[in-house]
């Protein structure tokens, strides 16, 4: 018994120190605030040098806006581009206006291209004039380029800087090439693009196979078979949804004509992974997925506001429901007790399938040819749930209000809400996958609606019919 319970210690110790890994240690801003306070730049300047920009980016959004300002007019020197780009996209206006021009100009050099129109594109037109006027005159060029796409979508997403060669050339020829143009390399590359003699994309090779290989070895001869080109124009959700499904690590973008134009990396497909992530996350929970953190209340209330008056108008709708039934709730009062147990257990049933049925769609599993399978599975789990938690309910509802009659009507309720709420958490995100719209968006109310009004409607009409 002993050594179990010191298994359970050293297992609680071991999560609670994986939970906290990568946390940022409680007392920095503490220390940040005293140095802030006492204008000390050296101390704030070690006190940063070990940090990573990600740790850094969320040490901005922890302060209060004062603190920020203040801590920036010490120490805008130190925010470099990698620090701009891990910013949280609701802080980097508010950032970008507190530093001076030139510390903005030197930030914004160091970033590859995809890194600038990833910081500029959500910003005013002052604010993207004034970083444009910062970069070299190619650079320019080169994120004016990537803004001209479409937003979300992959020439928005790519970066211009791009390794490739003739597919005529050799490994030797490759190494020579990149030893001579050190300066004009991204700071990461993962494969060398082969195109041909019109700059179409026909291949390519990864580093670590080229450097494994004969300096004599034709480049073509080592090339991979997860080669695809990705269109300049496709929506970064189905870039995404490649880079993850055939396990990319990068992949050339081509325009219109099916020439090379940029390349897109496992690092920005990512981001575009967890950002649809967490925005399915939030629209669930009828929260705006522009929300952010640094965000002040008036603005978070009116993003919240709209999605709570329609919950209203529903629970009206439920409300409704109810009161066509006054008179057998006056009757029983047992009912208006047991209301609840039928709506909240149909909410969650309801939530479940919903939950399953949304990320099945984000993830593309569930398609036109296995729709209905799904939605039998769900229909089939409402009813054996139903089941499995009517008897009990029953049992403990005659025992505790001596009526076997209103135990047999809450079970039945229970099995035909659960049912329900199987079959509309499914078809209803599907519903409106159809026709368009985010299934993760509206789902949850309207599903929420249907197992209220289905529930009260089932036991209140039951009880009706056979109590009474």
């Known amino acids: ?248 690590i990068s992949a050339p973008v081509v325009d219109g004509d099916g020439r090379l134009v940029g390349v897109i990396t496992i690092d920005d497909a990512m981001i575009v992974l967890d950002e649809r992530n967490e925005e399915d996350l939030l629209l669930l929970g009828g929260v705006n997925d522009e929300s952010s953190l640094s965000d002040g209340v008036i603005e978070t209330t009116r993003r919240r506001v709209p999605w709570l008056v329609v919950n209203l108008g529903t629970a009206a709708l439920a409300a409704l429901v109810i009161a066509q039934f006054e008179a057998t709730i006056s009757a029983l009062v047992a009912l208006a007790i047991l209301m609840p147990i039928v709506a909240s257990m149909g909410g969650n049933a309801g939530t479940q399938s919903l939950t399953v049925a949304v990320r099945a769609i984000a993830t593309r599993d569930l398609t036109r040819a296995n729709t209905w399978r799904f939605v039998l599975r769900e229909a089939g789990v409402g009813v054996f749930n139903g089941l499995s938690l009517a008897l009990p309910l029953a049992l403990v509802t005659g025992l505790v209000f001596g009526s076997v009659g209103l135990g047999v009507v809450i079970g039945a309720a229970l099995i035909i809400n659960l049912f329900v709420a199987a079959v509309a958490g499914t078809l209803v995100p599907l519903a409106l996958d159809r026709l368009n719209l985010d299934p993760a968006l509206a789902s949850g109310v309207f599903v929420t609606t249907v197992t209220d009004v289905i529930g009260f409607f089932a036991f209140l009409g039951l009880a009706s019919l056979f109590l009474l």
């Open 1 to 248: 018994m002993a050594d179990r319970d010191e298994d359970t210690i050293l297992r609680e110790r071991a999560a609670d120190e994986s939970r906290d890994a990568y946390a940022l240690d409680d007392t920095l801003r503490a220390q940040l605030k005293a140095m802030v306070a006492a204008r000390d730049v050296a101390a704030i300047d070690a006190l940063m040098e070990p940090l990573h920009a990600a740790d850094i980016a969320d040490l901005l959004e922890q302060v209060s806006e004062g603190e920020r300002a203040a801590w920036l007019a010490l120490w805008s020197k130190g925010i470099d581009g990698e620090v701009l780009s891990e910013l949280d996209w609701g802080l980097r206006e508010e950032v970008i206006d507190l530093l001076p021009d030139q510390v903005l100009a030197d930030a914004v050099r160091e970033l590859d291209s995809d890194d600038v129109v990833d910081l500029v594109e959500d910003l005013e037109e002052a604010q993207i004039e004034a970083i444009l006027e910062a970069l070299e005159p190619a650079d320019r060029v080169a994120v004016e380029q990537a803004l001209a796409w479409p937003e979300e979508s992959a020439g928005r997403l790519m970066q211009r800087e791009v390794v490739h060669a003739l597919e005529h050339w050799t490994v030797g020829q490759m190494i020579d090439h990149l030893r001579a143009n050190t300066q004009g390399l991204p700071e990461q590359f993962y494969h060398v693009i082969l195109t041909d003699p019109r700059l179409k994309p026909v291949g390519y090779v990864t580093l670590g196979r080229m450097l494994a290989s004969a300096r004599t070895t034709e480049m073509r001869a080592i090339t991979e078979d997860s080669f695809r080109t990705i269109p300049a124009t496709q929506h970064e959700d189905d870039v995404a949804y490649a880079f993850n499904q055939y396990h990319l």
